[in-house]
Nanobody, 120 residues
Framework: VQLQASGGGLVQPGGSLRLSCAAF????????MGWFRQAPGKEREFVATIGGSGTDYTASVKGRFTVSRDNAKNTVYLQMNSLAPEDTAIYYC????????????????WGQGTLVTVSS
């Protein structure tokens, strides 16, 4: 099992980025997936999830971020719009093993992370 995140970079406030998470070794369609982020000096926090029950987001990104997946490409995406400096973080995708989608402990496989920097 391997998850490979990509798409991060430097973007100005108000800009957009799309993160990708390619899955290897398992069918993405069979699992619930999550996006998390970790800012410098802070704990890793839940951002979004997609799975059999649909999608959900942390309050601070609702209406700005959209999580989706392409089962044919075995890839999960995180479209991020209206980015703000407080969105600066390393973003991780993960495969969920437990029932609480907002808890890092309920994910058993993690990608390597991709850095998003929002700055003018």
């Amino acid at each position: 099992v391997q998850l490979q995140a990509s798409g991060g970079g430097l973007v100005q406030p108000g800009g957009s980025l799309r993160l990708s998470c390619a899955a290897f070794g398992f069918p993405l369609s069979a699992y619930d997936m999550g996006w998390f982020r970790q800012a410098p000096g802070k704990e890793r926090e839940f951002v979004a999830t997609i799975g059999g029950s649909g999608t959900d987001y942390t309050a601070s990104v609702k209406g700005r971020f959209t999580v989706s997946r392409d089962n044919a490409k075995n890839t999960v995406y995180l479209q991020m719009n209206s980015l703000a400096p407080e969105d600066t973080a390393i973003y991780y995708c993960a495969r969920r093993s437990g029932s609480n989608y907002y808890r890092t402990a309920d994910y058993n496989y993690w990608g390597q992370g991709t850095l998003v920097t929002v700055s003018s």
